[in-house]
C-alpha cells in the first residue's frame, strides 16, 4: 500500500529538514494500493455518505475547476475506456462546486464514469443550504449504480500523489476505501531545507 509519513528535524544551522517518505509495496498480482485510512496511522470510520461497490478503469480527474475546464475536449476521458472519476477542489464556494460537478455530470461520456472518488474539499465557501460538499454532490448521482468514496485524504493540500492516466480499481466497504494501481513503483526519500530565515523561533 501507499504509506506516506512525514519528518521535521533541524540541524545545527537551524535549517528544517523534511523528509517525505512514499513506499509503494509489490503485491503478488502486481498491484499497488493506497488505503485511505493508512495516513492516519489506525482506522477512521468510514464516511457517512460512501456507496459500497467495487469498479475499475483508468483515474482520470483532478481539480474540479481545473478538470472543468477541458470538458468536451479530447483530454477529458480516456477513449473508450471505463474510468474512475476523482474530483477535489480548494476554497471555491459550494454554488461553483455544484455547478461545475452538475457539467461533468451532463455529459454523453459520464456513463463511462464506474466509480467516483471525492478528495479533499479545503476552504470551501458554504453558500447553499449543505452540511458538507459531500452531501450536495450525492444528489447528482442518484440513479447510479457505482461505488462512491468520499473524503478521499488527498487533494490541493497533500502532497500524496495519485496515478492519472492509470488503469486501477477502487473497493469501497463499510470500513473504508481501498484505491489499486497496476503500475510499477519504488521508494523514494526526499529532502527539502528551508532557508534558516524561513523559520520562526
Known amino acids: 500500500m501507499f504509506l506516506l509519513s512525514n519528518e521535521s528535524t533541524f540541524d545545527e544551522a537551524n535549517t528544517a529538514i523534511v523528509n517525505v517518505t512514499l513506499t509503494i509495496s509489490k503485491m503478488a498480482d502486481r498491484t499497488w494500493r493506497y488505503h485511505d485510512t493508512a495516513l492516519y496511522g489506525g482506522r477512521r470510520a468510514a464516511n457517512t455518505y460512501n456507496r459500497c461497490g467495487h469498479a475499475e478503469g483508468v483515474l482520470v480527474g483532478g481539480n474540479l475547476c ?50 467516483i472518488i471525492f478528495g479533499t474539499f479545503s476552504s470551501v465557501k458554504y453558500d447553499l443550504q449543505y452540511g458538507s460538499v459531500e452531501q450536495m454532490l450525492i444528489g447528482h448521482l442518484y ?30 466497504t463499510p470500513d473504508g476505501a481501498l484505491l489499486s494501481f497496476d503500475v510499477e513503483g519504488d521508494k523514494q526519500l526526499y529532502e527539502i531545507k528551508k532557508e534558516p530565515s524561513q523559520i520562526m523561533n
Open 143 to 172: 440513479d447510479l449504480d457505482i461505488p462512491v468514496c468520499c473524503g478521499f485524504s488527498v487533494g490541493s493540500n497533500s502532497c500524496l500523489p495519485l496515478l492519472e492516466g492509470a488503469p486501477c480499481s477502487l473497493d469501497v
Open 66 to 115: 481545473s478538470y472543468a475546464s477541458i470538458i468536451g475536449s479530447k483530454f477529458q476521458i480516456v477513449p473508450e475506456q471505463d474510468v474512475i472519476l476523482f474530483i477535489e477542489e480548494l476554497e471555491e464556494s459550494l454554488h461553483t462546486i455544484d455547478r461545475l460537478f452538475y457539467a461533468l455530470r451532463l455529459q454523453e461520456n459520464f456513463e463511462r464514469v464506474k466509480g
